[in-house]
């Protein structure tokens, strides 16, 4: 059985993007060189830290023992973007058995790194498929909206996890230390060194604070071996629900979508209330400045990049959810949302935690 082709030219997105996008802020080689130590080892002290914050020391523990961690530059974060999403585009956007027309290139994958999230491309490559798609013009159309999502993401990505990503038909989840393992932190340089001039941070309170952000998305994922290929054919439903255009089912599958990417972004978030100043000595001044900065910016992609807005989910405070029930129920019954995809919350279940606490954990 032959793939597929991709609908979407992505080694010219890749250049279109390359070439709309600054490299980043100026610094000597020295200071280069200074700031890839700083992020690198910051990020290999957070996961011993983050076990304390999250409750989850097991997973944390995991995670430390296979760590991957790669300081990149933007470039580097945009092709390995394309490396995830382009094995997903193709799944999702033509029902089994259904034959494409017209060929694009596959792209490359000789660079660690990724852009905001496989998600978020995935569901930019979801709209440039739905509206322009088709022949060569329909590709070339497509990679141009793809490079300009991925500029956007590349420019404001401080740092991310990129799983392993999975066969979007339903590829056998590994157990949590496999998870751990095939995680990969990355921290863009260029973006936390251009936010830290820009809004007078110090740099290594920033950098730390990255670090222990992002850690605990790779802790989450130890803890749920199910989430990324849960994530990824969630991401496909969207995708083929746009590709169709039913309006409908794009915005009930992508409101589902953008609730579980809440969850995820707002746990890392409260897991960081447990940071004081004496700890991180600018601890308010980061939270003031990077929570409202990232707070929400999966959801507001995803509207973007699909036309489809996520009712109630789209502005929902995935924080406060997980504020909501630490404070009720404790660790352990937060942690009953990693057990399972039907124990992640319901976008209306974000608003009202009670809801939620009364469905899975009673």
Do not use: C, Y
Request: proline share 6%; charged share 25%; aromatic share 2%.
């Amino acid at each position: 059985m032959v793939a597929p082709a991709s609908p979407i030219d992505w080694e010219r997105a890749l250049h279109l993007a390359r070439a709309a996008t600054p490299p980043g802020p100026r610094a000597t080689a020295p200071e280069r060189a200074a700031l890839v130590v700083l992020l690198h080892d910051a990020a290999v002290d957070a996961p011993a830290r983050v076990g304390g914050l999250t409750g989850l020391e097991r997973e944390a523990r995991a995670v430390a023992r296979s760590l991957d961690v790669r300081v990149v530059d933007r470039d580097a974060a945009r092709r390995a973007a394309v490396d995830s999403v382009r094995r997903l585009v193709p799944a999702a956007a033509h029902a089994p058995g259904e034959r494409t027309g017209g060929s694009a290139d596959a792209g490359r994958a000789d660079a660690p790194g990724r852009g905001r999230s496989a998600v978020s491309m995935a569901l930019g490559a979801g709209r440039a498929l739905g509206h322009r798609a088709g022949g060569t013009v329909g590709t070339r159309l497509a990679a141009t909206e793809v490079a300009a999502a991925l500029g956007t993401v590349s420019t404001r990505l401080l740092g991310e996890v990129l799983p392993a990503v999975p066969d979007p038909a339903g590829a056998p989840d590994g157990d949590g230390e496999e998870a751990a393992s095939a995680s990969r932190i990355l921290i863009v340089a260029p973006n936390v060194l251009a936010l830290a001039r820009r809004q007078d941070l110090d740099l290594a309170d920033l950098a730390r604070w990255v670090a222990l952000h992002e850690t605990v998305h790779a802790v989450q994922l130890a803890a749920a071996p199910w989430l990324a290929a849960h994530l990824v054919r969630a991401t496909a439903e969207v995708v083929r629900a746009v590709t169709a255009r039913d309006v409908a089912a794009a915005r009930e599958r992508a409101a589902g979508l953008s609730a579980h990417l809440a969850l995820l972004e707002g746990h890392a978030e409260a897991s960081l209330d447990g940071v004081g100043p004496e700890e991180i000595g600018s601890v308010h001044r980061l939270r003031a400045v990077v929570g409202p900065a990232r707070s929400g910016a999966l959801g507001d992609v995803l509207a973007r990049l699909t036309s489809v807005r996520a009712k109630g989910a789209q502005h929902a405070d995935g924080a406060d959810f997980v504020r909501a029930v630490l404070a009720g129920t404790g660790p352990a019954g937060l942690a009953a949302a990693w057990v399972a995809p039907e124990n992640l919350p319901r976008p209306d279940e974000l608003e009202d935690p009670a809801a939620w606490e009364a469905r899975v954990l009673r």
